[in-house]
């Protein structure tokens, strides 16, 4: 501030000076708010990706690995799950683990963040006073969540592919790339989007709460163990985890990454993507906005 | 050490188009579990660009309300608003474009570190990143933020969290700058360094409306003052203007070692005394002209021989000015 009050000894330009070259547009600041995605992103790679990787290494651990090895009971029920589907458990777990991670990564991507800065100081303050509309900073939310939610996923991939023991390996065939790109994609944002809803939704202390209670049985009944088509023998069931957009995610890369194994029907999952992307991006579009604007 | 510039005086309404900010008949009821809070009910304020503007106004008076309609993060429940001729609640981005603001808490973005706060800013204001990482780092240089370059925003003291602030508002060359409670929180010596920035910057053109509870701050900063409490306009005008207006005294408070002499009663004759309260030992005149009259007091009582043990003279002020327009003590 010295620097300001003593203009008699620097020649500082004054702050209001200097001619503003400044044109925003929304494309302009879209990107820029994506770039500062990636900066924070890069920051804390580790700390962000860690917490969504643990959970599939450690299980295709324990199931691809140390299980086969010992020859386990767990082995003898699993190897049920994949009875007619041609193939390893394993191969039943690589989509199911890639789609759930995709899940949460979204959901931790839009609402940790967004927890400190709709209650801790207002921090949303910052973003909202940028040249952009309240529902398409939203917008802008939904896509950064997404792409660290695909970004997730990748990680994802390899190691549900490469942890497992001799003989027990995926048996992974990209039967349609475009199937893959748009379940991924489509993947991501609806996931995103459903972050966004319920974290402008729910007040801060049933975050905890949603965590515990929506998305735990979200990932158990989420057709992340098991194909879907697999669970025709619990009719009731199959038809109640319909509900769960986990179940779309994962049945569309089972389709994309191991055609053999059965799957539902690419209308079925794919109409469910796009059409849950679009009605959950425009209602955390409102949500959030009535959060942001007072 | 700056020359204040002359005051100008705008008592004609400025059209919309002209004037940097314009309300006219400004509402915002909070509708909350607790029930309606009308927080400003009827704000009417034209401001010209390039002027200093005051909000001043007590806890709650509904001063961080009306700069949230401005700067389009709060909605209006009913009236009109517009900056540099943008409505508010209809055209929110061109108003966003043209304006800076510095919120009364810290909202900067906690991720990013001191410098990229700045940086972002600028980008987000469509500079290219090589433009925006120069104007990061002149306007740290200028607010003397340099060593605090990769500080942490929630690390920092509350002075720097507040100047980071001011140059967060200032990277896109705002229109209009509006700054709430700027001040409030700082020791005496950063509140005066932050006066001298906030003047320099009027003195080149910055339209500035800021808020503040401290009558002080609003004669040393501002040309022109809005006096708000309970969500109205209580009077507006410069602070002269105000002063008089309000008719406020010259407050002359005198103290003798004995009981007042009755030669003080006098005084009530006097040209340009308004009243004389005696209350013991202690007397206390109320004057328009006060040239003179403290003198006369201590002689009036010397001729008595009582001696005076205490003296003080209040010029008047926007305390007073309150004090006479509400009825009520200034709470801050
Ligand atoms: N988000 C909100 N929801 C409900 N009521 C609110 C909200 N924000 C402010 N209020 C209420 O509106 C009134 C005006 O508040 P405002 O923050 O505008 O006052 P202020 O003049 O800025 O006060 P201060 O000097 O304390 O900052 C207060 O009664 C406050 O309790
Ligand atoms: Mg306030």
Same mark, same amino acid.
Not at chain 2, 105 to 112: F, I, P
């Given at each position: 501030m010295t620097a300001v009050s003593t203009p008699a000894s620097s020649p500082a330009p004054s702050p209001a000076s200097a001619a503003p070259a400044v044109r925003p547009t929304l494309p302009r600041t879209f990107l820029a708010m994506m770039a500062r995605e990636m900066r924070v992103m890069r920051k804390n790679f580790v700390a962000t990706f860690a917490r969504v990787l643990a959970q599939p290494v450690l299980f295709v651990f324990v199931f691809s690995y140390v299980l086969p090895k010992i020859g386990g009971a767990g082995a003898g029920t699993m190897s049920a799950a994949s009875r +007619?589907? +041609? +193939?390893?458990?394993s191969t039943v777990l690589v989509p199911g683990l890639v789609g759930s991670a995709i899940v949460m990564q979204a959901m931790m991507a839009v609402i940790f963040p967004l927890m400190m800065e709709l209650n801790w100081q207002r921090s949303i303050t910052d973003r909202a006073l940028a040249p952009l509309s309240v529902p398409m900073l939203a917008v802008q939310k939904i896509t950064a969540a997404g792409v660290q939610a695909l970004i997730g996923g990748l990680l994802v991939f390899p190691c549900v592919l490469f942890v497992h023991a001799s003989g027990q390996g995926p048996k992974i065939h990209v039967s349609n790339w475009a199937t893959l790109v748009v379940v991924l994609v489509l993947g991501s944002l609806m996931s995103s989007a459903a972050g966004l809803w319920l974290g402008t939704l729910l007040d801060p202390q049933k975050v905890q709460m949603m965590f515990a209670l929506v998305l735990l049985p979200m990932s158990m009944l989420g057709c992340v163990y098991y194909p879907?088509?697999?669970?025709g023998h619990i009719r009731w069931l199959q038809i109640l985890?319909?509900?769960?957009?986990?179940v779309y995610v994962n049945e569309g890369l089972r389709a994309a990454l191991t055609p053999q194994v059965g799957h539902m029907s690419a209308w079925a999952y794919l109409s469910v993507l796009v059409v849950g992307t679009v009605l959950l991006t425009w209602g955390a579009m409102r949500t959030f906005t009535r959060r942001v604007l007072q | 050490m700056l020359d204040r510039p002359p005051i100008k005086r705008m008592d004609e309404p400025i059209d919309e188009i002209r004037a940097a900010v314009r309300t006219v008949d400004l509402h915002k009821t909070y509708k909350g579990p607790g029930g309606e809070v009308p927080a400003v009910q009827g704000i009417d304020l034209s401001i010209a660009h390039g002027e200093f503007y005051g909000l001043l106004g007590p806890n709650g008076a509904g001063k961080s309300t009306t700069i949230g309609m401005l700067t389009s993060l709060v909605v209006p429940t009913s009236g009109r608003a517009t900056v540099c001729g943008f409505d508010v609640a209809k055209h929110p981005v061109d108003v966003k474009r043209r304006i800076g603001m510095v919120s009364q808490? !810290?909202?900067?973005? !906690?991720?990013?570190n001191a410098f990229e706060n700045l940086e972002f800013r600028g980008r987000y204001f469509g500079l290219s990143a090589r433009d925006a990482r120069r104007r990061a780092g002149e306007l740290m240089e200028m607010f003397n933020l340099t060593d605090r370059r990769e500080g942490k925003p929630f690390e920092m003291s509350g002075g720097q969290a507040k100047r980071l602030m001011i140059c967060r508002a200032l990277v896109h060359h705002p229109e209009v700058l509006f700054l709430d409670e700027p001040t409030a929180g700082l020791d005496p010596q950063t509140r005066v360094n932050l006066w001298d920035v906030l003047r320099e910057l009027q003195s080149g053109g910055q339209t500035i409306l800021l808020t503040t509870h401290y009558m002080e701050e609003a004669e040393a900063l501002c040309e022109r003052v809005a006096v708000i409490d309970h969500g109205k306009v209580l009077a507006s005008g410069t602070v002269d203007d105000l002063k008089a207006s309000a008719g406020a005294d010259t407050v002359i408070t005198v103290s003798y070692d004995g009981p007042v002499p009755d030669g003080v009663a006098k005084l009530r004759d006097r040209g340009g005394v308004t009243k004389v309260e005696v209350t013991g030992t202690q007397v206390r005149v109320f004057a328009q002209a006060a040239d003179g009259l403290l003198g006369e007091l201590v002689a009036i009582g010397s001729s008595a021989g009582t001696g005076v043990t205490d003296a003080s003279q209040l010029r008047p002020s926007l305390e007073s000015a309150f004090l006479t327009l509400t009825g009520r003590e200034y709470r801050e």
């Open positions: +007619g589907s +041609g +193939g390893t458990f879907w088509a697999a669970m985890v319909l509900v769960n957009p986990m | 808490g !810290n909202t900067l973005d !906690n991720e990013l």
